[in-house]
């Protein structure tokens, strides 16, 4: 029995200088983490982050640092376990049937959503179009270097591109639905 004892405390032992070890490694880590630099959040299409450019750099490219920036982790949500059918439940079936008048309600409501934002989309993508003007923008005085411009040139043109797949996208969505109830 002294034996068994004496092999659990050389197995807490090793335990404890395993733990000792990681929490070492987690600190070395997190001090390398550190010492990379301070890491960029810079605007525009896509969102990019960088520790890989100066100070000067970032200010000149409107870049936010993000040190002591808290983070938010979202938990996912557990899915629930479905309703049982039976007596214990009233009898009623798990699944819950909609009336097909609250349906056509549900789908003429939708239907008005989508076309408003439809709308909206199709405004944002001419103001857009039109901003951009084939591929040749009006040049703003803030853009007498030509790299700025060519910049902004190829914001328009993802801007708009963006939009189109906007608006396909919701009309696709306006073709799943019945036709409107008239």
Known sequence: MQMTLQHKRVGRSRMAVMLTALAGAAGWIAGQASAQGVVYRCPGPPV?????????????????????????????????????????????SADLKVD??????????????????????????????????GGQPERRGDERNFQKYQDRTNELKASVTRQEADVQA???????LPPPNL
């Open 48 to 92: 990019l982050y960088t520790d890989a450019m100066s100070a000067k750099e970032a200010a000149d490219k409107g870049c936010r640092s993000i040190e002591g920036t808290p983070i938010s982790v979202i938990a996912p949500i557990k899915p629930r376990a479905p309703a049982t059918t039976g007596p214990a439940a009233g009898g009623q």
């Open 100 to 133: 097909g008048k609250d349906q056509r309600v549900r789908d003429d409501d939708r239907r008005r959503i989508l076309e408003q934002e439809l709308r909206d989309a199709e405004s944002k993508l001419a103001k857009a179009q039109q901003e951009y003007n």
């Open 170 to 176: 919701i009309k696709r969505e306006l073709a799943k």
